[in-house]
């Protein structure tokens, strides 16, 4: 049975156009490059070629990884509860050893976005996080054998 990937309806829309986008669009420039690139003679040693063959790689590996995703989607139900954490929820923690708050949105794997503090539920801290309710206390089991930390769960909300 394929493994099924979580996610809001939202972030199930925007992957299926990124998906529109890289199969056409993105995949259309690149062929353009690549045709442009050959144009100028010997491919041994053009590197504009090499670039956008790689860029096509890499975009054809992204097609295959997201259209995997969006056929085995499973789609989360929003829900308007903040008594626990949840997909959808946005969560500020405290950190007593380094005496620190950071605000997390819980998101599906193919949503997330480290930048925007949007995390996975898929990841050590939305684990961690999920199922819990304000005041709990939880231990964090980092991937890569740093040590264990705990988070203090202070807020839970919904992201917008």
Known sequence: MAEKF????????EAVERLKYLQTTKRDEIVARIAE?????DLSENAEYDAARNEQA??????VELDYKIKNAEIIEE????????IGSKVTVYDPEFDERETYEITGTTELDITANKISN?????KALIG???GDVVTIVP???NPVYT??????SLAK
């Open 122 to 126: 898929l990841s050590p801290v939305g």
């Open 132 to 134: 819990h309710k304000v």
């Open 151 to 156: 988070l203090k769960i202070e807020e839970i």
């Open 143 to 145: 991937e890569n054998n």
């Open 58 to 63: 890499s975009n054809e590996g992204e097609i």
């Open 37 to 41: 690139a050959r144009s100028h003679g």
């Open 79 to 86: 829900t308007t509860d903040t008594s626990v954490v949840h």
């Open 6 to 13: 979580q996610m809001t309806q939202k972030g199930y829309d």
